[in-house]
């Protein structure tokens, strides 16, 4: 395997502290419940498994696929939806889940189309908001870390598919 060079910004511990503090807060401001988390595969895998487990109210959960054609390290801005959500979410309270906005355009552009389909209320959570490279506005209601610039891995993250079951979040370094 190809060995790069990292050097952790985020452990296990305060990744959990900061989940469980927003899921507190999530679940704060839900008091109606209703709640149907979408995380966006595959990156979402492992964040959602924790902030789920961090709410006190009951919630579904789905999961949607979304490809951002074209490979390396900058999302290439043109996305297809691989597979979409399987639960409806008219007059629901939907909150999109993923490992980290970015560019910005995977969330603005799947946003659009959930927004479509009357959901309640739709927020946004992200374990970081990566803020340097945003290219279409989206408002990050949730986020665990923002961070202005680098490549992150770990906690669901990845590099050329490598590194997401790492417990903490690393940077590579250049
Ligand atoms: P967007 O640029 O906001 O559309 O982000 C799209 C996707 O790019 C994210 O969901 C991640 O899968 C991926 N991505 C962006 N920045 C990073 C990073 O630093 N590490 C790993 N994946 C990233
Ligand atoms: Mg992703």
Known sequence: MEQ????????ENSI????????????????????????????????????ARSLSLPCQ???????????GTVSAGQLKV?????????????????????SGLTLSEYRKRLESASPKSLKIAAMIDKTARREKFVHVDYYGFRIEDGFLVGYGLDWDEKYRNLGGIYIIEP
């Open 4 to 11: 790069v060079k990292t050097r952790m910004l985020f452990d």
């Open 16 to 51: 959990a502290a900061r989940v469980q503090e927003l899921g507190k807060q999530i679940s704060v401001d839900h008091p109606e419940g209703n709640l149907l988390l979408i995380g966006i595969l595959k990156g979402s895998f492992v964040f959602m498994a924790d902030l």
């Open 61 to 71: 959960i789905d999961f949607a696929r979304i490809s951002s054609y074209g490979t």
């Open 82 to 102: 691989v597979m979409d959500v399987g639960i409806s979410v008219k007059d629901r309270h939907v909150i999109l889940v993923d490992d980290i906005v970015d």
